[in-house]
């Protein structure tokens, strides 16, 4: 079974500015907890594009996790899409997406995910969706911060 969150936010900049931020790799830093002791290992190419793997490593629960993820899709000013290739779920598949709006910049987020280990998985979804939520209330407060 797979599971969505879905998020919106607007940014009073240029859309070219905010993908340009999230198109380096590195600034993912910076809008992610420091609850999770979030770092990247290794980018495979010297700019992100389709193909690109990032190596993360972060700590959830006490946890030292390793990620791998790959650039799918690169749209750029518009999308990008990256999957995980290595990491803690069965599937997981995020959407960035950018639009230019009055006010703005739209900024997109849609991350289509499924959990491992069959029903007991299922049964702990409520804990791990906590957990994401979490994780993308402080990314939204980080990025309003961050094009304020």
């Known amino acids: 079974m797979d ?11 240029p859309l070219e500015e905010v993908f340009d931020f999230f198109a380096d790799a590195h600034n993912l830093e910076e809008i992610t907890p420091a609850f999770l002791n979030f770092r990247i290992d290794a980018i495979s190419t010297p700019a992100v594009t389709r193909g690109t793997l990032i190596t993360y490593s972060l700590r959830l629960h006490g946890i030292r996790l390793r990620w791998v993820t ?12 990256d999957v995980q290739i290595k990491g803690p779920y069965r599937r997981w598949r995020h959407l960035h997406e950018f639009k230019a709006v009055p006010e703005g910049t739209l900024i997109v987020d849609e991350v289509c995910y499924g959990l ?24 939204n407060t980080a990025i309003a911060e961050r094009f304020r």
């Open 3 to 13: 599971y969505v969150l879905h998020r919106e936010q607007i940014v009073q900049r």
């Open 70 to 81: 790959e650039i799918d899709v690169w749209d750029p000013p518009h999308r990008f899409v």
């Open 116 to 139: 491992p280990f069959g029903l007991i998985g299922r049964m702990s979804h409520g804990l791990v969706r906590r957990d994401i939520e979490k994780i993308f209330d402080y990314r």
